[in-house]
């Protein structure tokens, strides 16, 4: 029994998750600022749009079944989450930063190259939050396209206690989505460059954050 639990498990717990979260986000009242910047984005291709960790729960439901792209991790838990964002629409690769990732990292930004947008939390998936890991700017590089910054809020709201502080919205909650400027990482940084524009866009997620709290708050 054990085994078949084992198996059924992912599947059965994703699919309750995924029921819940989008019967949630479907009442949910959005409030957009800068959704131009990736629809201009998009008319010439693929891009990596960027959010912390602990706000994933507001785009999924917002983005869902747009065929985007996201990494998982091979973790059990992946399994899990794996079935999450298939079922809201998104196709996924597998892999993080503890397995698998320079691989996952490589077939993200070919899919990327190729026109995909790839949703992406610099910050994952084991933190520390809110700060922006290298991963991105690499994945940005090697497909040559823009990253975009996006932050997110919603209120009235739960806070996990859990290390990013995930948010819940509450039904027919205020959701908050500001999407930033793109941006094009270079193809050479220095160590020195790399660690500077990392701090930038870190800042840039979290000012945009602050916005959509501005926003969900009235």
Same mark, same amino acid.
């Given at each position: 029994?054990?085994?078949?639990?084992?198996?059924?498990? &992912?599947?059965?717990?994703?699919? #309750? +998750?995924?029921?819940?979260?989008?019967?949630?986000? #479907?009442? !949910?009242? %959005?409030?957009?600022?800068?959704?131009?910047?990736?629809?201009? +984005?998009?008319?010439?291709?693929? $891009?990596?749009?960027?959010?912390?960790? /602990?706000?994933?729960?507001?785009?999924?439901?917002?983005?869902?079944?747009?065929?985007?792209?996201?990494? =998982?991790? #091979? $973790?059990?838990?992946?399994?899990?989450?794996?079935?999450?964002?298939? !079922?809201?629409?998104?196709?996924?690769?597998?892999? $993080?930063?503890?397995?698998?990732?320079?691989?996952?990292?490589?077939?993200?930004?070919?899919?990327? *190259?190729? /026109?995909?947008?790839?949703?992406?939390? @610099?910050?994952?998936?084991?933190? &520390?939050?809110?700060?922006?890991?290298?991963?991105?700017?690499?994945?940005?590089?090697?497909?040559?396209? @823009?990253? =975009? @910054?996006?932050?997110?809020?919603? %209120?009235? *709201?739960?806070?996990? &206690?859990?290390?990013? $502080? %995930?948010?819940?919205?509450?039904?027919?909650?205020?959701?908050?989505?500001? +999407? /930033?400027? &793109?941006?094009?990482? @270079?193809?050479?940084?220095?160590?020195?460059?790399?660690?500077?524009?990392?701090?930038?866009?870190?800042?840039?997620?979290?000012? #945009?954050?602050?916005?959509?709290?501005? !926003?969900?708050?009235?």
């Amino acid at each position: 029994m054990s085994t078949v639990w084992a198996a059924a498990r &992912p599947r059965i717990l994703g699919t #309750l +998750v995924w029921a819940v979260a989008r019967l949630v986000g #479907l009442t !949910l009242r %959005y409030r957009v600022e800068g959704i131009e910047h990736l629809r201009e +984005v998009e008319k010439e291709g693929g $891009s990596v749009l960027v959010t912390w960790h /602990g706000r994933t729960f507001v785009p999924a439901n917002y983005f869902a079944k747009r065929g985007w792209w996201a990494i =998982i991790s #091979l $973790s059990r838990d992946g399994e899990i989450q794996n079935r999450i964002f298939n !079922l809201f629409g998104f196709r996924t690769v597998r892999g $993080s930063t503890g397995r698998g990732g320079v691989r996952a990292a490589l077939e993200a930004a070919k899919r990327v *190259r190729e /026109g995909g947008n790839l949703a992406l939390t @610099p910050d994952g998936p084991r933190g &520390p939050s809110h700060v922006f890991g290298e991963g991105s700017l690499f994945i940005a590089q090697r497909a040559g396209r @823009p990253l =975009i @910054p996006v932050g997110i809020s919603a %209120y009235p *709201r739960k806070l996990l &206690p859990t290390w990013d $502080s %995930y948010l819940i919205p509450v039904p027919f909650a205020r959701a908050g989505i500001v +999407v /930033g400027e &793109p941006l094009t990482v @270079p193809t050479e940084l220095s160590p020195e460059e790399t660690a500077a524009l990392c701090e930038r866009l870190g800042a840039e997620i979290s000012r #945009l954050e602050a916005r959509a709290e501005e !926003l969900v708050r009235g």
